[in-house]
């Protein structure tokens, strides 16, 4: 199917969500910890996975144990959208769900800390696009920028099927229509940054499994960085690491520092989009390079965001003292 047509039907899906969700008053109301002031509609990244559900079956049902578990994950995160459940069923539901990405990707025929791998992963990844997805646009441009890089790599690599990834982006190009704007028509909601954080990792679990070589999970480095950075501020200051929170750098860069929102989104996006293809580059040199250039990338990445993050929290501190 040509892929404006594709295009066209997600935008169509996602008005159609869209009646849905006003009828059933499936809405985000801002709270003091949101980043935004207005109710709007939730769930719209719920395209993400009819994206994948359309791939499914055009393409004769390719990697059934996968979509399996991503249609697990998408109900119950869906589901928690509307009912807010239990911590204990969601677990078990994401449990199930990265076993059945684990056999998919036939890591069980593979030393036991592929497993472990996998799982810390997979976990970790979705809790940080989950977390993340605080201000418009910021899920869609991200997801664009590793989508593309996944893309880029396949081109020269194969070792996923394309179709997969261009279907999935194609959601995201209809999600962000509605979403990357100064006033949202929606949010992605659980559901969307659970799924695609989800066909993200499969995808790019697949490419290091076909290469043998982790550097590409670099592909994650600026959300890891934001993520990991910000559990460890939140864990010395004795927070509630699960409790929603407007404590990572891309919220202060919004709210504390005034920078426009969607600025915020496409410097995410773009930065992973460039720390991406000098990985794509690096991998061309030995692993001892590699590792060097992955350490320095960190590295560098960690003190540009304490040291940002540091002076916008000192700055709000005064700011707030002088109104006093």
């Not at 899920?139 to 279907?167: Q, R, W």
Request: proline fraction near 2%.
């Amino acid at each position: 199917m040509p892929y404006i047509l594709l295009l066209a039907a997600f935008i169509v899906f996602e008005l159609l969500y869209f009646r849905i969700a006003d009828h059933f008053n499936i809405i985000d109301k801002p709270n003091e910890r949101s980043s935004h002031t207005e109710i709007t509609l939730r769930g719209g990244g719920v395209v993400f996975y009819f994206a994948a559900l359309v791939y499914f079956v055009a393409s004769g049902f390719s990697y059934p144990w996968f979509f399996l578990g991503l249609t697990l994950m998408t109900a119950v995160s869906f589901a928690d959208d509307l009912l807010t459940l239990s911590n204990k069923l969601r677990l078990v539901i994401h449990f199930l769900s990265v076993l059945l990405m684990a056999y998919q990707l036939e890591l069980f025929a593979m030393p036991w800390f592929y497993l472990l791998a996998t799982f810390v992963l997979v976990v970790g990844v979705i809790n940080a696009y989950n977390f993340m997805d605080g201000i418009n646009g910021i899920t869609a441009a991200y997801s664009l920028a590793v989508g593309g890089l996944l893309m880029l790599v396949n081109h020269t690599v194969s070792f996923i099927d394309p179709d997969l990834l261009s279907y999935t982006m194609l959601g995201v190009l209809a999600f962000a229509f509605f979403n990357f704007r100064k006033k949202a028509k929606c949010f992605a909601g659980d559901v969307g940054s659970v799924a695609i954080a989800f066909i993200l990792i499969f995808a790019l679990a697949q490419l290091i499994l076909y290469t043998g070589n982790f550097i590409y999970l670099l592909f994650l480095g600026i959300y890891g960085v934001d993520a990991v950075w910000t559990i460890i501020r939140r864990l010395y200051l004795k927070e509630n690491i699960f409790q929603a929170h407007r404590s990572h750098l891309y919220q202060y860069l919004a709210n504390e520092a005034g920078v426009p929102k969607l600025w915020v989104s496409a410097i995410y996006g773009i930065l992973q989009f460039m720390l991406g293809l000098i990985v794509v580059y690096v991998t061309k040199f030995d692993v001892s390079v590699q590792i060097l250039f992955s350490v320095v990338s960190l590295l560098v990445l960690s003190i540009a965001y304490l040291l940002l993050k540091t002076y916008i929290i000192k700055k709000h501190i005064r700011s707030n003292q002088q109104k006093r």
